[in-house]
Nanobody, 126 residues
């Protein structure tokens, strides 16, 4: 059974940085993409970033462009989310997600991801 596990969340002050990791196990298929999403209390889930596993092309939500960077480790089948200049509005539960290979050519905030982790909490104090 495929499994995604996020780590690296925590409590930081505004302006600080944090790096999240997402490790995988139990994969028996190729990957199109991995992504990060977040959900703040009382809000809908929001697309944060994604990376095309074949081309290494990256995608970002408007609210994090220029501050967050997604990266991958092919050998470990792990993805990272480097977050800098954190703001209180970045406070949320951050989820990792994986899209099974379908020959996808582009990723959008509405792209379907097949497997999800349970999330890691990021809290940014002002």
């Amino acid at each position: 059974q495929p499994r995604l596990v996020e780590s690296g969340g925590g409590l930081v002050q505004a302006g600080e940085s944090l790096t999240l990791s997402c490790t995988t196990s139990g994969l028996y298929f190729n990957i199109d993409a991995m992504g990060w999403f977040r959900r703040a209390p009382g809000k809908e889930r929001e697309f944060v970033a994604a990376i095309d596993w074949n081309t290494n092309r990256t995608y970002y939500g408007d609210s994090v462009k220029g501050r967050f960077t997604i990266a991958r480790d092919n050998a470990k089948i792990t993805t990272y989310l480097q977050m800098s200049s954190l703001m209180p509005q970045d406070t949320a539960l951050y989820y990792c997600a994986l899209r099974v290979e379908r020959g996808t050519t582009t990723i959008t905030p509405g792209t379907l991801f097949d497997y999800w982790g349970r999330g890691t909490q990021v809290t940014v104090s002002s």
